[in-house]
């Protein structure tokens, strides 16, 4: 047993700490090829280690720094993305000052020579890669609970991987290449081919996953539930929206308090949270962080230390209530109560009281899944039950809401109680897209940066990132007059 304990830390760590640069290519595990890694695999009881290992190392490349090799600040895991595609939003503003982050809300970043899309290339089709690997051995280890739970949560990660994939790199009906644990079709695919295979993915994740876990970071029937409602509101399947939010919120039979959600958003304890990753002492990357780059008041961070504070949209803000709490997530500009921090500057919603650095990282909460489905039920003329549920979330919210509205008039305010619900966690650039919603930064008042006040139809080629040059230059199959345009 030892023996297989002791190369297990030695392949995990070959499998995922190298960074190839042929990113599509099936040689991504430098020292170990599939065919070795099947090989080893015969073995069933080394083969449950293997794969759990990769399983476990998947989930520590969702947190961890420098996945592209090379030392960017904004390169922390699955929580970096979600920041650097919020400032590419209408809704999330910044003061620019020492580069990072800087490639995102500039939109300087998404040509094919530049790194940041690179790294956001390279960071999925490693792990989707690494999945493909576990999915592979796991064909002939029978089944198990523990192994049909491995493969649920395989699929159910490599369709998340190739979700954020499409979403970035689709441009019209053409989508991306792909690899599969059977087909590797390094040709770029269509946008509808690519759709089949992250719900067929989802799907078979769904039937298999395991309806608890003992840690929010496995995910489980409600979780892949939950993803499964992000992928119908992108197909505007509103239907299965609905349905998948059901079965989601099995443990919810409402809304979760403000009181509770509004904790800083650091712990994963929180009843609110149904997927995330807990930090401590011996996971964390210190400055280079979510919470480095977004609480004002930690003075070892890029905020407080650097001045570079990130601030929602004056428009968004001055939509609240002036009786809606969650003004209070952000500086009003009274130095009384938030010191130095700017106006309009992220206060209260994300703050790390650890002051090390150690805050949680959140994916999923069951506030979003409740908004995933008012905005499908909208969207299907249910004003009843849209209606209910933005009543349920706002009663702690904001003492003096209510809601009448119909309609088209219903759907802006399900979409603006979402904006404002779920700002900084990932979701405002690609709600843009989906609901087809220009880049207007450049208005009277605006409180960004003039280095960031751009305006772009809707539609823009600006809202899709090119390959980067180095998957180009490994894969013979994406000829340059298949480039998305720049």
């Not at 890694?37 to 989930?59: H, Q, R, V």
């Not at 089944?143 to 159910?156: C, F, P």
């Not at 019209?172 to 792909?178: L, T, W």
């Amino acid at each position: 047993m030892r023996k297989y304990i002791y190369s297990l830390f030695i392949l995990s760590g070959v499998l995922l700490t190298s960074c190839s640069e042929d990113f599509t290519q099936p040689e991504q595990t430098d020292g170990f090829s599939n065919d070795k890694m099947k090989e080893l695999a015969k073995n069933p009881e080394f083969a449950m280690y293997l794969n759990n290992a990769i399983d476990a190392g998947i989930g520590n490349k969702l947190i961890s720094w420098n996945n592209d090799g090379r030392s960017r600040h904004d390169d922390f895991g699955q929580k970096a993305v979600d920041l650097g595609l919020d400032l590419m939003s209408n809704d999330m503003a910044m003061i620019p000052k020492t580069g990072w982050f800087g490639p995102y809300y500039q939109y300087s970043g998404r040509g094919e020579a530049y790194i940041l899309t690179s790294n956001l290339w390279g960071y999925y089709t490693f792990i989707i890669d690494n999945l493909n690997t576990i999915i592979v051995n796991l064909e002939n280890s029978g089944d198990s609970e523990e192994v049909l739970a491995l493969k649920g949560r395989s699929h159910g990660m490599r369709a998340f991987a190739n979700f954020m994939l499409i979403r970035l790199y689709a441009s019209g009906d053409k989508g991306i290449p792909y690899a599969t644990e059977s087909n590797k079709n390094y040709a770029r695919a269509s946008v509808t081919e690519i759709n089949d295979l992250i719900e067929k993915d989802l799907l078979l994740a769904y039937d298999l996953a395991l309806p608890n876990a003992s840690s929010k970071e496995t995910l489980t029937k409600s979780t892949i539930a939950g993803l499964l409602t992000r992928f119908y509101l992108y197909k505007k399947d509103y239907a299965n929206v609905v349905k998948y939010s059901d079965l989601a919120l099995t443990n919810f039979s409402k809304a979760v308090s403000f009181a509770i959600v509004n904790d800083g958003f650091v712990n994963s304890s929180n009843p609110d949270w149904m997927w995330g990753k807990e930090r401590n002492a011996s996971n964390t990357t210190d400055f280079i962080s979510f919470f480095g780059h977004m609480d004002s008041y930690n003075g070892g961070g890029y905020v407080a230390y650097a001045g570079e504070y990130k601030m929602i949209d004056k428009r968004l803000y001055d939509a609240m209530s002036v009786t809606d709490k969650r003004r209070e997530w952000f500086s009003n500009g009274d130095k009384e109560v938030y010191g130095i921090v700017p106006l309009y500057a992220n206060a209260t919603k994300f703050r790390d009281k650890t002051t090390n650095f150690i805050g949680d990282y959140i994916y999923m909460r069951s506030t979003e899944i409740f908004l995933n489905k008012a905005e499908a039920a909208a969207e299907l003329g249910d004003n009843a039950t849209a209606q209910a549920i933005l009543k349920d979330i706002m009663s702690t919210r904001d003492e003096k809401y209510t809601v009448t509205k119909t309609g088209a008039a219903l759907i802006e305010e399900v979409r603006l109680q979402r904006r404002i619900e779920l700002w900084g966690e990932g979701f405002a650039f690609f709600d843009m897209k989906r609901w087809g919603i220009a880049l207007e930064r450049n208005y009277p008042g605006s409180n960004h940066a003039d280095s960031g006040k751009w305006s772009y139809p809707v539609g823009s080629p600006k809202f899709v990132f090119q390959f980067p040059l180095r998957e180009l230059q490994a894969n013979d199959k994406i000829p340059p007059s298949e480039q998305n345009p720049f």
